[in-house]
C-alpha cells in the first residue's frame, strides 16, 4: 500500500503548487472578466475588442512572436552546436553566451535604450564617423517600425541564451556513437545535424520554444523601457488597465486573451514535435 500510495505523494507539491499559483489566479481571473455587478456579463470583453488599441496590440504581440523566436531558434541552435562541439574552453564560451540570462527585461531594455537614443552610442558613432550631422531621434512616436526593430535586437540578444542552455543540455544526451556512425558512413557535419540532432532533439525543442513563445507574448518591459506606449502589445495594454485605468475586469479579459493564444501555441508545438511511442536515444 505504501507503494502504491508513493508517485500520487511525490507528485502532491506540483499538484498545490499548480492549484495554488494557476488554477486558482485563473478562476479569479475569468470571474473578474466575465462578471459584473448584475453577475454574468460580456461587457468586459466587448470593452476589450472593441477598444482601438486592442487589435493593434494583439497584431503587434503576434509579430514580436513570430520573428524573435525563430531568430533565437536559429540562433540556439548554432550557440549550441558550438558548445556541444568544443573540447576545451566548453564552460568559458557557455559563461560568455549566458551572460545576458542574469539581466532582467527592464535592464536589458534600458542598455538598449542607451544605444539608439539621441544622445546615445549608434548617434555617437554615426556622427564620430561622419555619416550623420546631426543625431537623428531613433525612438520617436514616428518611428514606430523602428522601435519594433530596437525591441526584437534586444529580446534575441537578452533572451536567446534561454533556449540555448536547453537545447545544450538536449544535445548533451545524444550518444555520441550515433555520429560516429555517421562519420564512418560518409555523413557530413551538416547531414549529421538533421538526421541525427534534430530528431533527437525533438523534446528540447518542445520546451525551448514553448517557453520562449509563451515569453514572447508577454514582453513588456524592454518595450516600455525603448517605445513606451507607441509600441502597444498585449501585456502592456493589460498594465494600463490595471494601474493607469484602473479597470481590473478589462486587464483580466485581456489576460485572458494572453492565456488562450500561449495554451494554443503550445498545442502546436506539442503536436508538431511530438516524440513518436517507442522511440528512445
Known sequence: MPNKALPYLLLLPATLF??????????????????????????????MATHWKFRPALGWTLLL?????????ALALSMASIVS???????TILYIFSIPLGLSDLAA???????????????????GLGIIDQPILFLGYQ???????AVVMAEVWRATAIMMVILVAG???????????????????????????????RPSLQTALILRTLLAFEVFAVVIALGGTTLPVLMGET???QFALQN?????????????????????????LRVPKGATL
Open 143 to 149: 518611428s514606430i517600425w523602428v522601435i519594433f526593430l
Open 171 to 201: 544535445m548533451g544526451l545524444i550518444p555520441k556513437e550515433y555520429y560516429e556512425a555517421a562519420e564512418v558512413f560518409g555523413a557530413g557535419p551538416w547531414k549529421r545535424f538533421l538526421k541525427i540532432t534534430l530528431p533527437l532533439l
Open 109 to 127: 531594455g534600458i542598455i538598449w535604450l542607451a544605444i539608439f537614443e539621441q544622445s546615445g552610442f549608434l548617434n555617437s558613432l554615426l556622427v
Open 248 to 272: 481590473r475586469s478589462v486587464a483580466s479579459a485581456y489576460a485572458l486573451v494572453i492565456l488562450i493564444i500561449s495554451v494554443a501555441a503550445t498545442l502546436v508545438y506539442l503536436r508538431a
Open 65 to 73: 512572436a513570430a520573428v524573435v523566436v525563430p531568430i533565437q531558434l
Open 239 to 241: 498594465f494600463q488597465w
Open 18 to 47: 499548480l492549484l495554488v499559483f494557476f488554477v486558482y489566479p485563473f478562476v479569479e481571473i475569468a470571474l473578474l472578466a466575465f462578471t459584473g455587478p448584475e453577475g454574468f456579463t460580456l461587457q468586459h470583453i466587448q470593452t
Open 85 to 91: 562541439t568544443l573540447e576545451r574552453g566548453r564552460g
